[in-house]
């Protein structure tokens, strides 16, 4: 008993250091307990909280492990929700679209509808280079949340990127920019849409405004080396 206490003590403190966004000692807090002594349900518990930590730090490869534990194991249907959303982010980001697709996939099967999924499923279409499936899934984003400036932005990128709509393209991507003035890739869409209608000029100011918030940016300096002409 004495052991069970002490282990579910530790998990606490993990927990709280999480919440303080102390996201290495959460880790070594979460890494002592014997998991042997606890339930099914406190084992996910756990693996919840590493999965989320291990996030944090960008530890992507440990999070998967972890995050499909919960899809697994774990009887919270909303749990369920942000772990799978969450390992589609991780597929995104670490370039596994497909599967990305398939965990937002079983989402919209469960009966799930958020301008997250919508907007994550036109990320993943996007980089298949399915435009048109793409832009159908960022407006069905939009129809949820007209305001959502994820989707405004995802939608201008690709209509104005692709051709399909260049001039509607960079409507809604100062639509974004309004809305949030200092994020960098909004701003590196908007000086692209730009370009892509023909406005050298105004390009050139918003992509440095972009390339001024985010320098490291690669897709900013691909843009920048496009539209100015040297290296950035």
């Known amino acids: 008993m004495a052991g069970y206490r002490s282990a579910e003590n530790t998990l606490q403190e993990g927990i709280r250091l999480f919440g303080l966004k102390r996201w290495d000692a959460a880790v070594q807090e979460f890494l002592k307990i014997d998991t042997g002594i606890f339930t099914a349900e406190e084992n996910t518990e756990l693996a919840y909280y590493l999965g989320l930590t291990y996030m944090k730090l960008q530890r992507y490869e440990d999070a998967l492990m972890y995050l499909e ?10 749990r369920i929700y942000q772990c799978r959303l969450t390992l589609a982010y991780v597929y995104v980001i670490t370039k596994r679209a497909k599967l990305a697709e398939f965990e937002l996939g079983r989402l919209c099967k469960s ?4 301008v997250q999924i919508y907007s994550a499923l036109g990320y993943t279409a996007w980089s298949q280079q399915n435009y048109q ?3 159908d899934y960022y407006e069905k984003a939009l129809d949820l949340d007209i305001n959502n400036t994820t989707a405004m932005n995802g939608l201008g990128y690709i209509l104005a990127d692709t051709g399909i709509d260049p001039a509607r393209g960079l409507r809604f991507c100062r639509k974004a920019v309004e809305r949030a003035p200092q994020n960098a890739a909004y701003l590196d869409s908007l000086g692209w849409a730009h370009y892509k209608t023909g406005d050298t000029h105004e390009s050139r100011i918003w992509l440095r405004r972009a390339f001024d918030l985010a320098p490291h940016n690669a897709d900013i300096r691909a843009h920048m080396r496009t539209v100015v002409g040297k290296n950035s």
Request: proline residues 6%; charged residues 25%.
């Open 111 to 114: 009966g799930f509808e958020s």
């Open 133 to 135: 499936e793409a832009v």
């Open 69 to 78: 534990q919960v899809v697994s194991g774990s009887r919270e249907p909303l």
